[in-house]
């Protein structure tokens, strides 16, 4: 079904397929329009590109993606919707943009993986040094927060390449920062950690589309 042979690479039109695997250390090619398959995988240092793409997987079907391999280049190049609960898997060092839509699934992440979109699955599991950016939407996430260790009292600022000024609120160990911000922008937010904050503590930052937890936490003396 390659609609251009002979140039290196695979182009897939859209349309209905089975198991669709692209194979290591290949490319292919995908454009707008939507691809009901039964499973897709990517195996190692390949690469897809995409966009305005929709791929729709039918249970029992799965989608990974190997390690070191690329799927689509920035936010809205590719959606995929995953029925039923097969695993979707991302292996180690894949730079995946995309929405991800696999409510019944368990979401496998290995290390150092660099993500941007939207994941869901009915659990979510990862190993260290992932990398989180959400986009689509009125979502927001952080990538760091001075100081990492602080009192009650004390302003935390917040930093993110996404739009914090959507941001609604944030907690700090589960207690919500009252008022929510000190002060609050595109690039930054700054808030207060509040009364009962103590330990190891979760910052979570809340927004229209969901909450974004990093995985670094603050200490609360």
Do not use: W
Not at 10 to 18: K, N, S, T, V, W
Not at 83 to 104: E, H, Q
Not at 184 to 205: D, F, L, M, W
Request: glycine share 14%; net charge neutral.
């Amino acid at each position: 079904p390659d609609t251009v042979p002979n140039n290196g690479h695979c182009d897939l039109a859209p349309g209905q397929y089975g198991d669709v695997k692209v194979q290591r250390s290949a490319q292919m090619n995908l454009v707008a329009g939507e691809y009901d398959v039964c499973s897709f995988k990517v195996a190692r240092n390949a690469t897809v590109l995409a966009s305005g793409t929709t791929i729709a997987i039918a249970a029992p079907g799965s989608f990974r993606v190997g390690g070191q391999s690329k799927v689509g280049l920035k936010c809205g190049d590719l959606t995929v919707f995953q029925d039923g609960t097969s695993r979707v898997t991302l292996g180690r060092g894949v730079n995946i943009a995309a929405k991800v839509c696999a409510p019944g699934a368990a979401v496998k992440l290995g290390h150092g993986n660099n993500l941007i979109g939207q994941f869901v699955g009915d659990t979510v599991t990862a190993n260290r040094d992932n990398h989180g950016q959400c986009c689509g939407g009125r979502c927001t996430c952080i990538d760091a927060f001075t100081p990492t260790t602080a009192h009650v009292g004390d302003v935390i600022s917040l930093t993110g390449a996404c739009d914090l000024s959507v941001a609604t609120g944030v907690k700090i160990c589960g207690i919500a920062a009252a008022p929510p911000f000190v002060s609050k922008t595109a690039g930054e937010i700054k808030v207060t950690v509040p009364v009962g904050a103590s330990g190891a503590c979760t910052i979570e930052v809340d927004s229209p589309q969901g909450s974004f937890v990093p995985n670094q936490k603050l200490t609360v003396n």
